[in-house]
């Protein structure tokens, strides 16, 4: 709370409450604590209009998923006006439009719907049989969320269908009796027991109470990497609380960095992780500066606005009055990219050095050209290839067409750095086509979420394993022993070559040579 709570507490009734819904006496309740917020308004990273809609309501359904313990402490003291005085109460929340409910699934009857049974663990068998359940279990705004992608979704779509277009090249007549995935994703590090980590992903209580920290206990599990997203919804010290709690306890973890405009906000955060004990490297994000346009995010934000009750909402241009739907206003994943630094530019590398000791990998890395500058950059432990699971720019490559780039002009980056790839994993075989082009290992970060989703951690372990499973199968029936052994030698990527990115000299000279 903000400050420390007084010990006789003033009881605020409901009614008074509800008529604090201007940007001139803003009040929320979180947690049946009534917040004054209006000095706040200006000062939110995602701008005023957030806090605005749940004027004169109880935000702490909107709040907790995604704010970290601690938040309300940086209100001052006088911002905590009071308790609710639970003799009084809100309005009843208006009821959602269609189609945006949850736990339901059609029957066979047009136009009714079914109670949705989550399938028992053992029975989901592969990736997309939780990406299914999540459909059913996650709320209308947690999946539009997860979901969302930027404009047409051609790259969100291109991640996963990409890889049907590349073929593996068994081998045969070899013991396969023993193969191990044992592999180092950092030279120095202890060795991971898959070629696979959990790519950053936010907002994971949105998902499940347990939040980041569930995936956390499954990595652990699973002896597997997690990279903890700078927009989690729980603090770096909540996630390894139990970490800290058991000093043999040899699971590390990486932390994700979005570099705030006010530098000192970076700053103060890689101190804390520092102080953990519990990270060993930094993956900075540089693909996100400014936010892609996710449609389903902001077109659920709107309708659940204009199924709200008659509280007012505010125009683009004043702040005040104006239309219900909001639709200037963009969904959570606007929101959570407000106050970043749109200027970092390559030297800015030095700065990041200069406040941290450990490995830095850069992620959302697209073109070759940008792959031989970090590569050949003294700060640069790791290239991490991703368009941000196709959230970013849309029409972008996927990782493993930038990774056939890089093969194709910049060999000498193979193996010079670690490489990790992202984007669109649903199989195991997934997983070794990119091993076999030059990846170190692959991150998963949507299918981390969906298996949170409706089992807790388990559920992620499930996820973990049903990729172990196939990616040990699949390196049996490559013929190879471990993952050093895979190479380019085990793919055929003719069918996706034509869409690798040439150079304009080669261009021409095709044209030239078709004219002859």
Known sequence: MAGNTPKTERLIDASEVIKHNSPESCWVIIHNQVYDVTDFLSQHPAGPKVILGLAGKDATSEFDPIHPTGTLDELPSSAHIGRLNPATSLPAPATPPPN?????????????????????????????????????????????????????????????????????????????????TETTLLPGHAPSSLPLFIAPAALAKLAHPSGEQGICTAAGSQGIIQCISNNASQTPEEVVADLLADPSNPQRLWWQLYVQADRTKSERMLDRIH??????????????????????????????????????????????????????????????????????????????????????????????????????????????????????????????????????????????????????????????????????????????????????????????QILREEIEGGMKLLGVHSVDELGSRHVNTADVDGLVYKKLDEVTKIKIRAKL
């Open 100 to 180: 945006v409910g949850q736990g339901t699934a059609s029957d066979d009857k047009a136009g009714q719907q079914e109670p949705y049974s989550l399938p028992p663990l053992a029975h989901q068998l592969n990736l997309d049989d939780f990406a299914l359940s999540a459909r059913h279990t996650l709320s209308p705004k947690a999946l539009a969320y997860y979901t969302s992608a930027a404009d047409d979704l051609i790259t969100h779509r291109l991640n996963s269908s990409i890889f049907s277009r590349i073929l593996l090249r068994p081998r045969v007549l070899i013991d396969i009796r023993k193969v191990s």
């Open 275 to 464: 102080k953990t004990g519990k990270f060993t490297a930094v993956v900075l994000t540089v693909d996100a500066s400014w936010p892609g346009k996710r449609e389903a995010d902001e077109r659920l934000k709107n309708t659940l606005a204009a199924a709200a009750d008659n509280s007012p909402t505010f125009s683009a241009s004043s702040g005040h009055g104006g239309e219900k739907t909001l639709a200037t206003e963009g969904g959570i994943g606007k929101s959570l990219f407000a106050g970043q630094d749109m200027s970092l530019v390559w030297s800015d590398l030095a700065w990041l050095r200069s406040r941290t000791k450990l490995p830095i990998i850069i992620k959302g890395l697209q073109t070759f050209e940008d792959c031989v500058l970090a590569a050949e950059n003294p700060h640069v432990a790791g290239l991490y290839l991703s368009n941000h699971g196709g959230r970013a720019m849309d029409t972008a490559p996927p990782a493993v067409l930038t990774l056939l780039e890089l093969r194709r002009y910049a060999p000498q980056i193979l193996g010079k750095k670690p490489i990790f790839v992202d984007g669109g994993i649903r199989r195991g075989t997934d997983v070794l086509k990119c091993l076999c082009l030059g990846a170190t290992a692959v991150g998963i970060g949507r299918a981390a979420l969906f298996g949170l989703s409706g089992y807790g951690p388990a559920g992620v372990e499930r996820t973990i």
